[in-house]
């Protein structure tokens, strides 16, 4: 897993994103651009033109204080857009858990396929000696034949199987995956207590950073209550008079405020407001829903490890025990080729149905671990 999150891709689309919410907040921090003017007018006289030029540099304050409140939405955003980052990683780690333990899984029912395949070969050549003898019939012999025909074509299609899995799996390891060797076991140790995911559940990224663009909002509201305070632009210049006799300069000075009669960003308040009151709702809408699908996983993966548990304890030594009776009893003669291929498959479908049963647990282990936000293997 550390493999496939250490690729360059992943960090930099993470970056990426958290780099253009840092830009947006160092743009709300900055202060408008000062204005140049230049003003030239020539008006004719009786004693000639005269000439008027003004040169008038100005600046707009925020005397409200809204810049500095929305720099500071902008900041929260920041770290919303560091927490959807996180929630990013951990999206991504859970998809290679999956296929990594999907690739141990898909080998394990390689493994016992091959394994039951090798189970019958000694007795097949026992049939098939026994039947160039006359000892056998050839049904016995034509049965063998078809069982492990059967097995080995299942063995391809599993083998088949491990392939694909493999590949996907490479893919999200990228180059790394290479010198990747999956090992480990299939079936996940015991859940944590219920309590401790419940207090680790308001950690995850996704609910921090809904509250994070909730604080957003809710500082673009207050900004926006301030519109009857309006900006304030002063001016500064100079301006001369040429009435061709005399030639006179002077210092101009201007204020401009505009009067915040009909629009006091009324609308702006009401959708930032709007805005954050979704967020909050939407984070305990998915808080709830979270709560949930924890409490029903982690009773999934008790129920199932403690099922797989019980079920390789028991199964794995009746299976290979009955196994061997049934060896002894077909070449003491007591059985024929039917009941003894009968416990070859049943023996196999039992470790197939262990295998089963663990990735079963594992799958609701990875998914117990991805709703409280856990990265580790």
């Known amino acids: 897993m550390r493999i496939g999150l250490a690729r360059p891709d992943i960090a930099s689309v993470i970056e990426a994103a958290q780099a253009a919410a840092r830009s947006d907040a160092a743009a709300a921090g900055r202060w408008p651009n000062p204005t140049l003017e230049l003003q030239h007018e020539s008006v004719p006289g009786a004693l000639g033109s005269a000439t008027e030029r003004t040169y008038l540099l100005s600046q ?17 955003r920041v770290l919303a857009a560091a927490f959807d980052g996180d929630q990013r990683r951990q999206d991504i780690a859970a998809a290679i858990r999956r296929r990594f333990y999907e690739v141990l899984y898909r080998r394990e029912l390689v493994a016992a396929t091959r394994a039951w395949d090798s189970r019958m070969a000694p007795i097949a050549a026992t049939v098939q000696k026994l039947h160039k003898g006359g000892e056998v019939a050839g049904y016995d012999k034509r049965r063998m034949e078809l069982e492990r025909a059967t097995a080995q074509a299942r063995l391809r299609a599993e083998q088949a199987d491990y392939d694909k899995a493999w ?4 893919a999200l390891l990228g180059a790394g ?3 990747a060797t999956p090992s480990g076991e299939l079936l996940p140790p015991d859940a944590p207590p219920l309590d401790t995911l419940l207090a680790r559940l308001d950690q995850r990224p996704q609910l921090r950073a809904l509250e994070r663009r909730a604080d957003a909002h809710a500082l673009e509201r207050k900004a926006a209550q301030r519109g009857w305070m309006p900006d304030v632009t002063v001016g500064i210049g100079s301006k001369s008079v040429d009435s061709g006799v005399a030639r006179d300069r002077g210092t101009v000075l201007s204020v401009s405020v505009p009067l915040p009669i009909f629009d ?8 930032a407001g709007a805005q954050a009151d979704e967020a909050r709702a939407e984070a305990r809408l998915q808080r709830s829903r979270l709560e949930g699908e924890l409490r029903g ?28 009776i049934a ?10 080729i039917l009941e003894l291929l009968d416990v070859y498959r049943a023996t196999h479908e039992a470790r197939m149905r262990a295998l089963e049963l663990s990735w079963s647990a594992r799958q609701g282990a990875i998914e117990l671990d991805t709703i409280v936000g856990n990265e580790k293997p």
């Open 327 to 336: 060896e002894a009893s077909y070449r003491g003669g007591e059985t024929g």
């Open 60 to 76: 707009q304050f925020d005397l409200s204080g809204k810049r500095g409140i929305r720099k500071n939405a902008a900041n929260e």
């Open 177 to 179: 995956a290479a010198q």
């Open 167 to 170: 590949q996907q799996l490479a």
């Open 297 to 324: 996983a982690w009773q999934q993966v008790r129920q199932l490890s403690a099922t797989a548990r019980d079920y390789q304890a028991q199964a794995a030594n009746a299976s290979d025990e009955l196994a061997r």
């Open 264 to 271: 006091r960003d009324q609308a702006g308040a009401g959708k």
